[in-house]
């Protein structure tokens, strides 16, 4: 099988993969003082380092909030980042609230990359996350699809445009 989705680097040695960093769920953790979720640094690191990732990945992280928080112009944000990227395979770590709208605007906005966006119903650093093997997965699809943005969750791929959150059962699903 071709892998449809690889920038070269000028010395033709590396394949990389453009990780965006956006916040949501995957990297939330516990704040003890306040006694409420919060955001800190990224766990995404230390997941590629313990799921034993051999990926060359670029990370950027373009913000740290919950996707309900997320505006019009932090979408904006998302979509001109993945435009300006050099790399055409994309992974985006987001909140599992409005997923699917981030992803609609990924769809309209850019072309001719393939852009995988995943997240967590459980926080990482609760260690009982769904978020490392979404990771993996994630990272896996965005090599083998062909350009189009999908959503990467519970070991299922779907185009951005045929799934939704079911909120009464915490996963995602066809439409």
């Known amino acids: 099988m071709t892998v449809v989705c690889r920038r070269k680097t000028v010395d033709e040695r590396l394949w990389m993969i453009r990780i965006f960093i956006t916040g949501g769920t995957f990297d939330k953790t516990y704040d003890e003082i306040r006694g409420q979720l919060s ?8 997941m590629l380092r ?8 670029a990370i950027r992280t373009l913000m740290m909030i919950d996707s309900l928080q997320m505006t019009d112009g932090d979408r904006d944000l ?3 980042s993945c ?14 609230d409005t997923m699917v709208e981030t992803a609609a605007a990924l769809a309209r906005g850019v072309t001719g990359k393939t852009i995988v966006l ?27 699809l062909p350009p189009g943005v999908y959503l990467a969750m519970n070991g299922r791929c779907f185009d ?3 799934v939704r959150k079911n909120k009464e059962t915490g996963v995602f699903e066809a439409i």
């Open 160 to 162: 951005w445009d045929r």
């Open 118 to 144: 995943t997240g967590a119903m459980i926080p990482y650093a609760f260690g009982s996350s769904d978020g490392l093997f979404n990771l993996g997965s994630a990272l896996s699809f965005v090599q083998a």
């Open 39 to 46: 955001f800190g640094e990224t766990h995404l690191h230390e």
């Open 83 to 96: 435009q300006q990227a050099a790399e055409t395979c994309i992974v985006v770590t987001h909140g599992t």
């Open 78 to 80: 998302i979509v001109r």
């Open 50 to 57: 313990l799921g034993r990732s051999r990926t060359e990945v």
